[in-house]
Protein backbone atom coordinates (compact mmCIF):
# COMPACT_ATOMS: atom_id res chain seq x y z
CA UNK A 1 0.00 0.00 0.00
CA UNK A 2 1.31 3.20 -0.95
CA UNK A 3 2.11 5.62 2.12
CA UNK A 4 1.06 8.97 1.96
CA UNK A 5 1.78 11.77 4.46
CA UNK A 6 -0.26 13.78 5.82
CA UNK A 7 0.66 17.47 7.54
CA UNK A 8 -2.28 19.12 9.11
CA UNK A 9 -2.65 20.97 12.30
CA UNK A 10 -6.55 21.05 12.46
CA UNK A 11 -7.71 17.53 13.80
CA UNK A 12 -11.05 17.57 11.92
CA UNK A 13 -9.57 18.28 8.46
CA UNK A 14 -7.03 15.77 9.16
CA UNK A 15 -9.37 12.92 10.42
CA UNK A 16 -11.40 13.68 7.01
CA UNK A 17 -8.16 13.62 5.03
CA UNK A 18 -7.19 10.10 6.60
CA UNK A 19 -10.52 8.44 6.58
CA UNK A 20 -10.61 9.32 2.77
CA UNK A 21 -7.26 8.34 1.80
CA UNK A 22 -8.02 4.70 3.52
CA UNK A 23 -11.00 4.75 1.37
CA UNK A 24 -8.66 5.15 -1.73
CA UNK A 25 -6.77 2.42 -1.14
CA UNK A 26 -3.66 4.46 0.95
CA UNK A 27 -1.84 4.26 4.00
CA UNK A 28 -1.27 7.74 5.62
CA UNK A 29 0.76 9.03 7.97
CA UNK A 30 -0.52 11.45 10.24
CA UNK A 31 1.52 14.64 11.37
CA UNK A 32 0.10 17.42 13.00
CA UNK A 33 3.11 19.78 12.84
CA UNK A 34 6.32 20.67 10.57
CA UNK A 35 8.70 18.84 12.60
CA UNK A 36 6.71 15.71 13.18
CA UNK A 37 6.70 15.96 9.34
CA UNK A 38 10.15 15.69 8.80
CA UNK A 39 10.34 12.99 11.61
CA UNK A 40 7.90 10.78 10.07
CA UNK A 41 9.76 11.79 6.89
CA UNK A 42 12.48 9.73 8.19
CA UNK A 43 11.45 6.92 9.39
CA UNK A 44 9.43 6.75 6.11
CA UNK A 45 11.63 6.70 3.33
CA UNK A 46 8.82 4.77 1.15
CA UNK A 47 6.47 7.60 1.74
CA UNK A 48 5.44 8.39 -2.03
CA UNK A 49 3.72 11.62 -1.86
CA UNK A 50 3.23 14.64 1.14
CA UNK A 51 0.06 16.35 1.56
CA UNK A 52 1.22 19.43 2.67
CA UNK A 53 -0.77 22.30 5.24
CA UNK A 54 0.39 25.53 4.72
CA UNK A 55 -0.73 27.47 7.54
CA UNK A 56 0.85 25.84 10.88
CA UNK A 57 0.79 27.68 14.14
CA UNK A 58 3.72 29.63 15.23
CA UNK A 59 6.58 28.89 16.21
CA UNK A 60 6.67 25.70 13.89
CA UNK A 61 7.97 25.73 10.29
CA UNK A 62 5.15 25.83 8.41
CA UNK A 63 4.07 23.37 4.66
CA UNK A 64 6.56 25.21 2.78
CA UNK A 65 9.33 24.95 4.99
CA UNK A 66 8.96 21.60 4.82
CA UNK A 67 8.23 21.11 0.65
CA UNK A 68 11.27 23.19 0.27
CA UNK A 69 12.80 20.78 3.00
CA UNK A 70 11.76 17.66 1.49
CA UNK A 71 13.27 18.81 -2.11
CA UNK A 72 16.59 19.87 -0.21
CA UNK A 73 17.08 16.21 0.43
CA UNK A 74 16.73 15.24 -3.85
CA UNK A 75 13.15 13.56 -3.02
CA UNK A 76 11.21 13.39 -5.94
CA UNK A 77 8.22 12.07 -4.06
CA UNK A 78 4.80 13.56 -5.05
CA UNK A 79 3.99 16.89 -3.02
CA UNK A 80 0.44 18.49 -3.00
CA UNK A 81 -0.39 21.68 -0.76
CA UNK A 82 -3.33 22.17 1.64
CA UNK A 83 -4.48 25.76 1.27
CA UNK A 84 -7.01 27.83 2.65
CA UNK A 85 -9.61 29.63 0.09
CA UNK A 86 -8.03 32.96 0.50
CA UNK A 87 -4.49 32.20 0.50
CA UNK A 88 -4.00 33.15 -3.74
CA UNK A 89 -0.27 33.75 -2.94
CA UNK A 90 -0.02 30.34 -1.32
CA UNK A 91 -0.82 28.74 -4.99
CA UNK A 92 1.79 30.49 -6.25
CA UNK A 93 4.46 30.18 -3.62
CA UNK A 94 3.66 26.57 -3.42
CA UNK A 95 4.04 25.55 -7.01
CA UNK A 96 7.31 27.37 -6.47
CA UNK A 97 8.94 25.80 -3.82
CA UNK A 98 8.69 22.42 -5.09
CA UNK A 99 5.07 21.44 -5.32
CA UNK A 100 3.23 19.77 -7.62
CA UNK A 101 -0.33 20.67 -6.71
CA UNK A 102 -2.35 22.65 -4.46
CA UNK A 103 -5.61 21.42 -3.25
CA UNK A 104 -8.05 24.70 -2.31
CA UNK A 105 -9.78 23.95 1.55
CA UNK A 106 -12.36 23.34 1.95
CA UNK A 107 -11.71 20.42 -0.54
CA UNK A 108 -14.67 17.29 -0.97
CA UNK A 109 -13.46 13.95 -0.64
CA UNK A 110 -13.87 13.43 -4.35
CA UNK A 111 -11.48 16.14 -5.20
CA UNK A 112 -8.66 14.93 -2.67
CA UNK A 113 -8.36 11.59 -4.14
CA UNK A 114 -8.81 12.50 -7.82
CA UNK A 115 -5.77 14.74 -7.34
CA UNK A 116 -4.08 11.98 -5.02
CA UNK A 117 -4.51 9.51 -6.95
CA UNK A 118 -3.47 11.37 -10.65
CA UNK A 119 -0.46 12.03 -9.03
CA UNK A 120 0.32 8.87 -7.60
CA UNK A 121 -0.12 7.76 -11.62
CA UNK A 122 2.19 10.47 -12.56
CA UNK A 123 5.23 9.71 -10.67
CA UNK A 124 4.42 6.16 -10.93
CA UNK A 125 4.99 6.25 -15.17
CA UNK A 126 7.84 8.39 -14.48
CA UNK A 127 9.76 5.95 -12.33
CA UNK A 128 8.55 2.89 -14.59
CA UNK A 129 9.90 4.63 -17.48
CA UNK A 130 13.18 5.72 -15.71
CA UNK A 131 13.64 1.95 -14.34
CA UNK A 132 12.67 0.48 -17.43
CA UNK A 133 14.93 2.31 -20.15
CA UNK A 134 18.37 3.61 -18.76
CA UNK A 135 21.02 3.67 -16.90
CA UNK A 136 23.98 6.27 -17.65
CA UNK A 137 26.87 5.67 -16.24
CA UNK A 138 30.31 7.66 -17.42
CA UNK A 139 30.41 7.09 -21.54
CA UNK A 140 27.61 3.89 -20.93
CA UNK A 141 24.59 4.05 -21.10
CA UNK A 142 22.44 0.97 -20.57
CA UNK A 143 18.60 0.50 -22.54
CA UNK A 144 16.83 -2.02 -20.53
CA UNK A 145 14.24 -1.97 -22.53
CA UNK A 146 15.96 -3.47 -25.90
CA UNK A 147 19.05 -4.55 -23.66
CA UNK A 148 21.62 -2.84 -25.48
CA UNK A 149 24.94 -0.87 -24.40
CA UNK A 150 26.51 2.08 -26.12
CA UNK A 151 29.98 3.24 -25.41
CA UNK A 152 30.17 7.54 -26.07
CA UNK A 153 27.12 6.61 -28.26
CA UNK A 154 28.50 3.26 -29.89
CA UNK A 155 26.59 -0.12 -29.17
CA UNK A 156 28.61 -2.66 -28.36
CA UNK A 157 27.79 -6.46 -29.14
CA UNK A 158 27.20 -8.45 -25.76
CA UNK A 159 25.84 -11.66 -25.25
CA UNK A 160 22.91 -12.02 -22.77
CA UNK A 161 24.78 -12.95 -19.63
CA UNK A 162 27.42 -9.99 -20.38
CA UNK A 163 24.40 -7.43 -20.38
CA UNK A 164 23.42 -9.00 -17.24
CA UNK A 165 26.30 -8.40 -15.59
CA UNK A 166 26.55 -5.13 -16.80
CA UNK A 167 23.17 -4.47 -15.79
CA UNK A 168 24.00 -5.40 -12.63
CA UNK A 169 27.18 -3.45 -12.11
CA UNK A 170 25.38 0.00 -13.20
CA UNK A 171 22.76 -0.53 -11.17
CA UNK A 172 25.28 -1.37 -7.88
CA UNK A 173 27.24 1.91 -8.46
CA UNK A 174 30.83 1.39 -6.44
CA UNK A 175 29.47 -1.48 -4.93
CA UNK A 176 31.76 -4.11 -3.85
CA UNK A 177 30.54 -7.51 -5.25
CA UNK A 178 31.18 -10.95 -4.22
CA UNK A 179 31.76 -13.59 -7.12
CA UNK A 180 29.08 -15.65 -5.10
CA UNK A 181 26.38 -12.41 -5.14
CA UNK A 182 27.56 -12.04 -9.05
CA UNK A 183 26.61 -15.61 -9.78
CA UNK A 184 23.59 -16.11 -8.49
CA UNK A 185 22.43 -12.29 -9.17
CA UNK A 186 23.29 -12.91 -12.94
CA UNK A 187 22.93 -16.94 -13.79
CA UNK A 188 20.38 -17.52 -10.75
CA UNK A 189 20.27 -18.72 -7.27
CA UNK A 190 20.02 -22.58 -8.57
CA UNK A 191 23.29 -22.56 -11.15
CA UNK A 192 25.87 -24.72 -9.77
CA UNK A 193 28.50 -24.08 -11.53
CA UNK A 194 31.86 -22.69 -10.75
CA UNK A 195 32.75 -19.06 -9.51
CA UNK A 196 35.52 -19.37 -12.34
CA UNK A 197 32.94 -18.62 -14.71
CA UNK A 198 32.40 -15.24 -13.09
CA UNK A 199 35.65 -14.24 -13.74
CA UNK A 200 35.84 -15.76 -17.41
CA UNK A 201 32.64 -13.77 -18.59
CA UNK A 202 34.12 -10.68 -16.65
CA UNK A 203 37.45 -11.10 -18.38
CA UNK A 204 35.43 -11.03 -21.96
CA UNK A 205 33.23 -8.31 -21.05
CA UNK A 206 36.32 -6.06 -19.91
CA UNK A 207 37.48 -6.76 -23.61
CA UNK A 208 34.59 -4.79 -25.08
CA UNK A 209 33.98 -2.17 -22.32
CA UNK A 210 37.34 -1.39 -21.41
CA UNK A 211 39.97 1.10 -23.70
CA UNK A 212 42.43 -1.20 -21.80
CA UNK A 213 41.80 -4.42 -20.72
CA UNK A 214 44.69 -5.13 -18.38
CA UNK A 215 44.26 -1.90 -16.27
CA UNK A 216 40.38 -1.46 -16.30
CA UNK A 217 38.91 1.54 -15.37
CA UNK A 218 35.12 0.69 -15.30
CA UNK A 219 35.00 -3.01 -14.32
CA UNK A 220 37.65 -2.99 -11.21
CA UNK A 221 38.65 -6.20 -9.06
CA UNK A 222 38.25 -5.75 -5.17
CA UNK A 223 41.16 -8.52 -4.47
CA UNK A 224 40.27 -11.02 -2.93
CA UNK A 225 36.54 -10.53 -3.08
CA UNK A 226 35.04 -9.90 -6.41
CA UNK A 227 34.56 -6.70 -8.46
CA UNK A 228 32.74 -3.47 -8.47
CA UNK A 229 31.68 -0.96 -10.74
CA UNK A 230 33.98 2.03 -10.28
CA UNK A 231 37.04 3.01 -7.99
CA1 LIG B 1 -3.57 24.85 9.24
Known sequence: MKKILVLEDEANIRDFVVINLRRGGYEPIEAGSGSEALEKL????????????????????????????????????????????????????????????????????????????????????????????????????????????EKNGQRLKLTQIEYLLMKLFMENPGKAMSREDILSAVWGKDFSGELKTVDVNIRRLRIKIESDPTEPEYLTTVWGYGYKWGY
Open 42 to 149: KVNPDICLALLDVMLPEPDIDGFEVCRRIRASGSKMGIIMLTAKSQEIDKVTGLMTGADDYVTKPFSPAELTARVDALVRRLGVDEDEKASTEIASGPFLLNTRNRTL
